[in-house]
C-alpha cells in the first residue's frame, strides 16, 4: 500500500533549556529530526513525508532538508494548536488506501525493523502501536498517599502510530478533545480496537539533555 | 536518627548477557555498586551499609570494598529466593528507631540531595519513595486489543525506598506474596499510607546494555 510518514515535531525547547527546538539540535553532528526522516526513507524509499512544525519553525526546515539529496518527497505543514491539530494539518494530503505513519519527530532512533513491523500489522489489523513493558513499579496518587498498580498489564507507548487511512482519516475528522493525548486515542475514540506491536527500548524520545546524551551514544554504539 | 542503607543487588547478569552480574559491570571504571555505596557515604557519613547479594556473590564483595577505607561500616549479608526475602535478610540487623533506606544497587547515579530528601520526609511521614512523572502515554492490554490509562495520576517508582524502621519492620515480619513487587507494596499490605515523594530522571536502573551507556554518559556529565 502507498505509505505516508507524517513527522510531528512541536518542540519548542522549554524542557531541553534551549534556544534552538529539540527537534533541531544536533545528534551525531545531524538536526534530530533529520534521523527521525531518514529511518523511514531508509526502510521505504518511496515513503511520502510529511513534516509538520510550528509555524514560526518552518523556516528551520532547510536544517534537515539540506542533507538530502533535491527531489525528496517531503512537505512541510504548519502544525496546529494542539498535537491532535497538528495531525490534522498533516493528515489532509493522506489519501483513502494508504498507510499511515506518526511520528514523533524527536524519536531519532527508530528502527527499518520497526516500522516495518508497524507497517505489515497496520495493513493487516488497522492499527499497529509500538508498546513495551514497563519497567518502573508505578504508583497510582490517591488524597491520602499512592497505591501499586499491577505493571504486568501495563505497556509504554512509543510511535510510529501507525494506522490504515480508512480508519484514521474518519477518527480525526471531528472535534478535539483533551483526551487525546496521541493518535490511539484519537481512533479509540471514534470507536475503533487499538493493536500494540512490540516497541523497542531503544525508540527513546528526546526530550531533556539526558535523553540527548543518550541518544548520542546509542546511536554510536550503533556504528 | 540512625540510619540504615540497605542495598539489594540480585542481577544475575542474564538481561545483560554478560557472565559478571550487572553490579559489578564497570562504569566509569569502578563496580555499578561502588557508585551506589558512595553515593550514600558521601551523603551521610555515618550511615550503616548492608550490601545484600545472591550467595553465589558473596566473594565478589571485595570488588566493591576495596575502593573504600579500612573500617568502613558494611555488613555484607546473603539475598534470599525473591527481592522480598533478600530485603527481609538486610533487615535482620536494623534496629527500632532507625531510617531504612532500600535500594537497588544497580541505580548508581542515585544524588545525595535525593537520599537527604527521603531521610526528611520518612522522619516525617513514615515513608518516602521517589516518583517521577511517566513520560510515556501508557496502554492497558486487553483480551482484543489495549485501552489509554491516564498517565497524570500514574508515577514511576525508583529507589532508595525510604522508611522508619518502626514502619518497615513490622511490614516485613510476614510471609511473602507474589503481590510484593517492592518495598512499598509490603508496607501497604501491612495498612500502611505510602508517601511519594520526587525522584530524579537520572536515577535509572541499570539493566540493560542501553542503560550502562547512559550511566556513563551522565557521569561523564556530572563531573
Known amino acids: 500500500m502507498e505509505k505516508f510518514a507524517?513527522?510531528?515535531a512541536g518542540g519548542k525547547g522549554v524542557r531541553m533549556g534551549t534556544a534552538l527546538p529539540k527537534q533541531f539540535l544536533p545528534l551525531a553532528g545531524r538536526p534530530v529530526l533529520y534521523h527521525s526522516v531518514r529511518a523511514f526513507i531508509d526502510t521505504?524509499?518511496?515513503?511520502?513525508?510529511?513534516l509538520v512544525l510550528p509555524p514560526e519553525q518552518l523556516s528551520y526546515a532547510h536544517m534537515v532538508l539540506q542533507h538530502f539529496p533535491a527531489g525528496l518527497d517531503l512537505s512541510v505543514v504548519a502544525g496546529g494548536e494542539t498535537r491532535f491539530h497538528s495531525v490534522q494539518n498533516g493528515?489532509?494530503?493522506?489519501?483513502?488506501?494508504?498507510?499511515?505513519?506518526?511520528?514523533?519527530g524527536v524519536?531519532?532512533?527508530?528502527?527499518?525493523?520497526?516500522?516495518?513491523r508497524c507497517y505489515e500489522q497496520?495493513?493487516?489489523?488497522?492499527?499497529?502501536?509500538?508498546?513495551?513493558?514497563v519497567s518502573d513499579s508505578i504508583?497510582?496518587?490517591?488524597?491520602?498517599?499512592?497505591?501499586?498498580v499491577n505493571r504486568e498489564l501495563l505497556r509504554s507507548i512509543q510511535t510510529p502510530q501507525t494506522f490504515r487511512s480508512d480508519v484514521l482519516l474518519p477518527a480525526f475528522a471531528r472535534e478535539w478533545s483533551d483526551a487525546f493525548t496521541d493518535e490511539a486515542t484519537?481512533?479509540?475514540a471514534h470507536g475503533t480496537d487499538i493493536f500494540l506491536v512490540e516497541g523497542e527500548k531503544s525508540n527513546i524520545k528526546v526530550t531533556t539533555p539526558e535523553d540527548l546524551v543518550l541518544a548520542e551514544?546509542?546511536?554510536k554504539e550503533r556504528f
Chains 1, 2 share one sequence.
Not at 521505504?44 to 510529511?50: M, Y
Not at 504508583?139 to 501499586?148: L, T
Open 6 to 8: 507524517v513527522l510531528v
Open 44 to 50: 521505504f524509499p518511496d515513503v511520502h513525508l510529511v
Open 91 to 104: 493528515l489532509r494530503s493522506v489519501p483513502p488506501g494508504a498507510v499511515v505513519f506518526v511520528h514523533d
Open 107 to 116: 524519536r531519532p532512533l527508530v528502527s527499518p525493523a520497526l516500522i516495518r
Open 122 to 133: 497496520a495493513v493487516a489489523q488497522g492499527s499497529a502501536i509500538p508498546a513495551i513493558p
Open 139 to 148: 504508583r497510582m496518587i490517591k488524597d491520602n498517599g499512592s497505591h501499586a
Open 186 to 188: 484519537v481512533v479509540e
Open 217 to 219: 551514544a546509542l546511536l
